[in-house]
């Protein structure tokens, strides 16, 4: 049976928390818009997967 994949932990300080969450938070708006302005099919589903991302990340960074 396949051991459970686990996440390694990341420790950061509040003010690091806070700082990266706001990077993400700019890179998720840019993002955005970024696949809201493009034509390419292709490279809209591929900027709309980075969106995903980064709610992923901003969502684990937002959790206690």
Do not use: C, G, W, Y
């Amino acid at each position: 049976m396949p051991l459970p994949i686990t996440e390694p932990a990341l420790l950061l300080s509040e003010e690091e928390r806070s700082f990266l969450a706001a990077l993400l938070e700019q890179a998720l708006h840019d993002k955005k818009i970024e696949a809201h302005r493009t034509d390419s099919l292709e490279f809209r589903e591929h900027v709309e997967h980075e969106v995903a991302l980064l709610e992923n990340l901003i969502e684990k960074l937002h959790r206690p």
